[in-house]
């Protein structure tokens, strides 16, 4: 068990609809990263938020959005899904944000 | 930009024996972090092992080490003894010291065979 846990585990939606994944960090990490994982690719990073504050984006789309909270646990938004946005999102805790990262074991969403 | 190159999408190993998964990387950065992160067929990303690109010492974790070659920019990993439990995906991953992403490999897909 890394400590972060996402949730929900598993997320079947239509095309269209909105959804949200949540994300608590291990106790004591400032730092949250998403990342996608699809079938036919690696691991894409999403964005990155230190201690509440977005730190870093990287390819994600403008359909989808993230915070995080004072509590520092973390939301990742998702909306007019398409059939594409089928993956693995995972979350990953660290404690500076320059360290190693401890994943969450991910949501599965799969859009239909 | 950094980029991180895994040549060998596939390989296979013996159990019991010992398998070097390769990895390299291109950077301007003089510091940073490397990792190497398991992925079974659970999906659970698991860290491997971490190496501190200031160190000149190799990592190393139980079975598991790390030939680092810093100015080949060059990552391996070395599993010992391979075991069952050893087949998964492994990932090798870059941390550049200002924090921001890891950038991670393509993988490559490790088969441990009884």
């Known amino acids: 068990d890394s400590g972060v846990t996402q949730t929900p585990k598993h997320l079947i939606t239509a095309t269209g609809q909105r959804v949200t994944l949540r994300c608590s960090p291990r106790?004591?990490?400032?730092?949250v990263y998403w990342y996608q994982q699809s079938l036919d690719q690696g691991l894409q990073f999403l964005i990155q938020?230190?201690?509440?504050?977005?730190?870093a984006k990287g390819n994600i789309l403008e359909r989808f959005s993230a915070q995080q909270f004072p509590d520092l646990h973390s939301e990742l938004n998702l909306s007019s899904l398409e059939l594409g946005d089928s993956a693995l999102y995972f979350c990953?805790?660290?404690?500076?944000?320059?360290?190693?990262?401890?994943f969450g074991q991910g949501t599965r969403l799969t859009v239909v | 930009a950094q980029t991180v190159t895994q040549s060998q999408p596939e390989m296979s190993v013996q159990e019991a024996e010992t398998v070097t998964l390769s990895c390299t990387y291109d950077?301007?950065?003089?510091?940073?972090?490397l990792f190497w992160y398991k992925q079974p067929p659970s999906r659970q990303m698991i860290l491997v092992i971490r190496q501190e690109a200031y160190k000149q010492q190799n990592a190393t974790e139980n079975r598991f080490s790390v030939n680092f070659q810093k100015a080949a920019k060059s990552f391996s990993l070395k599993i010992s003894d391979s075991q069952l439990g050893d087949t998964a995906m492994y990932f090798c991953a870059f941390m550049p010291y200002t924090g921001n992403q890891f950038y991670f490999g393509t993988g490559t897909s490790l088969t441990v065979i009884p």
């Open positions: 938020y230190y201690n509440g504050e977005e730190r």
């Open positions: 106790s004591g990490d400032l730092s």
């Open positions: 990953a805790s660290s404690k500076n944000g320059v360290s190693e990262a401890f």
């Open positions: 950077t301007s950065e003089s510091n940073y972090y």
